[in-house]
T-cell receptor, first 117, second 115 residues
Framework: KAGVTQTPRYLIKTRGQQVTLSCSPI?????VSWYQQTPGQGLQFLFE?????QRNKGNFPGRFSGRQFSNSRSEMNVSTLELGDSALYLC???????WGWGNTEAFFGQGTRLTVV | AQKVTQAQTEISVVEKEDVTLDCVYE???????LFWYKQPPSGELVFLIR??????QNEISGRYSWNFQKSTSSFNFTITASQVVDSAVYFC????????????FGKGTTLSVSS
């Protein structure tokens, strides 16, 4: 069974540009969550998508957005990139949303390392 | 507000030593879930354990054990007879049932095991 796949693995962008990251969850999983990991702030929740709807959102500016397709693949977009957006972006997938439906864990991908110069 | 504190930023041990990673959490909810994840240099987070708030039973899995104490809001992780392969960053995380699958992570503890 394939794991969570994130593409690309590495990305270098210039300030002011926009970027789109992709996440393919484990087959059959309907929930996809995104996290930003930086040395200063650690791991922070960005948003969760479940059945093509944003289920929950963390405390990030509107420049960060996402969407989910009917096959559960998800993309996140960051517009008007800032130097502080340089981070490892991790995607996690789960069969369902919430933890009362038999979800036992969130499965993480290897992340996309974004560098903004 | 919910919060997870991992006070130990870095720990260095020699192989075969036992090591305990501390995790203290804050929440006013009565139903919540606690996790430990391991992050090796490759970057992906590897699930270690999940514990429900209504289940305070401690757990042992091989060299790993977890001590969950609601009275002190702690969920500590002990590695017995550490090995070099245990070197990684370890994260404790908290989630609420109504928060979807959003995880609130601690800042992590970097464990270095030398031979």
């Amino acid at each position: 069974k394939a794991g969570v796949t994130q593409t690309p693995r590495y990305l270098i962008k210039t300030r002011g540009q926009q970027v789109t990251l992709s996440c393919s969850p484990i087959s059959g999983h309907r929930s996809v969550s995104w996290y930003q990991q930086t040395p200063g702030q650690g791991l922070q929740f960005l948003f969760e998508y479940f059945s093509e709807t944003q289920r929950n959102k963390g405390n990030f500016p509107g420049r960060f957005s996402g969407r989910q397709f009917s096959n559960s693949r998800s993309e996140m977009n960051v517009s008007t990139l800032e130097l502080g957006d340089s981070a490892l972006y991790l995607c996690a997938s789960s069969p369902q949303t919430g933890w009362g439906w038999g979800n036992t864990e969130a499965f993480f991908g290897q992340g996309t390392r974004l560098t903004v110069v | 507000a919910q919060k997870v504190t991992q006070a130990q930023t870095e720990i260095s041990v020699v192989e075969k030593e036992d090591v305990t990673l501390d995790c203290v959490y804050e929440t006013r909810d009565t139903t919540y879930y606690l996790f430990w994840y391991k992050q090796p240099p490759s970057g992906e987070l590897v699930f270690l354990i999940r514990r429900n708030s209504f289940d305070e039973q401690n757990e042992i899995s091989g060299r790993y054990s977890w001590n969950f104490q609601k009275s002190t809001s702690s969920f500590n992780f002990t590695i017995t007879a550490s090995q070099v392969v245990d070197s990684a960053v370890y994260f404790c995380a908290l989630t609420l049932n109504q928060a979807g699958t959003a995880l609130i992570f601690g800042k992590g503890t970097t464990l270095s095991v030398s031979s």
